[in-house]
């Protein structure tokens, strides 16, 4: 181990690409470690469940496919990657398509059958995963704020300042020293771009150190297509209603959608409408099944859209987030449309009022 050996040996472990080993921050190490003890006191021929949110978004998806690769490839365990809901926007659909992700719906799987269960992306009992309240998970890696449910866990990872769970997921891929596809790169790097919208609505030192070591391996035709894919003429008519239901007050606009095909779409025209100019929030809310989904976005750093959605939503939904993105549901209003209609106008004014906007002055917004 004398000081001359030391250049070589850097060299050599560039050259194996190893080196992110030493990227990795002094907390991603303990972690792992942590991650890695814990496991190691698992049944080692038991079932592993890697658990998304419902209606998964691609952070979730690649953040499940790393942890779920980090059990086989690391661990040698059985692990089977699975969602909730449907996987619903083009890209995300293209991105499991591309992609080769290996994803089981979980209504089709029977929760006995695995001993262990992960929750990625989410925590438990917040209404949001397919994994029963009363279930609790082995592992939960996420990077939403804490949950009462989360610290009665035997393992959770919970880093509310990483933009991305895959980043968190990646982490672990590389302190396993599990040698990772190309395609698994490209999933990753597709998850912190759009989970950050490429890098704009913020990220940490280490969610651009992952994307930036995975986007040297990443299949940048196979990004391409996923961030452009061919769209549904159902997602051209919901952008429609969209546009000819807008309203607002103040630096806050509104839309809202009758029912919808995939209720992703409704964060997705959150994120469209606070592209406005002169617009410091947004919200947007559709109806699918018997929910009332609902999407709130700002471009304030300091602000808990987190806190402002479990509000709104109340007792009778459910609803999380980080601090500039936040979704929730409630049950649909009984009765016909026009009751889910000024349902979406309660929900509407009672955003403004929380917001410290007058709902009285809520109108539509037009060109001036
Ligand atoms: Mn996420």
Redesign the pocket.
């Known amino acids: 181990m004398g000081r001359n050996t030391e250049p070589a040996r850097r060299f050599g472990a560039l050259a194996r690409g190893a080196s992110m080993k030493t990227m990795l921050s002094e907390l991603a190490r303990s972690r792992f470690a942590a991650f890695r003890e814990y496991i190691e006191s698992t049944d080692p021929r038991a079932r592993w469940l890697v658990l998304t949110h419902n209606n998964p978004?691609p952070?979730?998806l690649a953040?499940a496919a790393a942890l779920a690769k980090v059990l086989r490839s690391g661990f040698r365990r059985r692990a089977t990657p699975a969602y909730g809901g449907i996987i619903g926007r083009a890209e995300n659909q293209e991105m499991v398509r591309s992609l080769d992700l290996d994803f089981s719906q979980a209504r089709r799987l029977k929760l006995a059958h695995y001993r262990y269960v992960a929750l990625v992306?989410c925590q438990p009992a917040t209404g949001n995963s397919p994994l029963p309240a009363e279930r609790m998970p082995e592992v939960v890696v996420d990077?939403?704020p804490p949950r009462p449910g989360t610290a009665a866990t035997p393992f959770h990872d919970i880093r509310t300042d990483y933009a991305?769970?895959?980043t968190i997921a990646a982490e672990y891929l590389l302190a396993s020293g599990v040698p990772v596809t190309r395609r698994e790169a490209t999933a990753i790097v597709y998850a912190i771009r759009s989970?950050t919208l490429d890098f704009c609505r913020g990220s940490s030192a280490a969610d651009r150190a992952i994307h930036d070591h995975f986007n040297a391996l990443a299949l940048s035709r196979l990004l391409g297509r996923i961030q452009n894919p061919r769209l549904p003429l159902d997602y051209f008519e919901t952008l429609r209603e969209a546009l000819d239901n807008l309203y607002g007050v103040d630096t806050l606009i509104l839309s809202r959608l009758g029912p919808v095909a995939q209720p992703d779409i409704v964060p997705e025209i959150a994120d469209l409408l606070l592209r406005l100019e002169g617009c410091t929030w947004s919200m947007c809310s559709g109806l699918h099944e018997d929910r009332l989904y609902c999407s709130i976005r700002t471009t304030n750093t300091r602000a808990d859209a987190s806190r402002i959605m479990r509000r709104l939503v109340g007792r009778k939904g459910r609803g999380g987030g980080h601090g500039m993105i936040a979704g929730g549901w409630i049950p649909r209003a009984r009765g016909d449309d026009d009751a889910v209609r000024r349902q979406q106008d309660r929900l509407a004014a009672r955003l403004a009022g929380l917001l410290r906007k007058d709902p009285s002055r809520i109108g539509p917004i037009t060109r001036a």
């Open positions: 978004d952070d979730a953040a992306d990077h939403h991305a769970a895959a989970e």
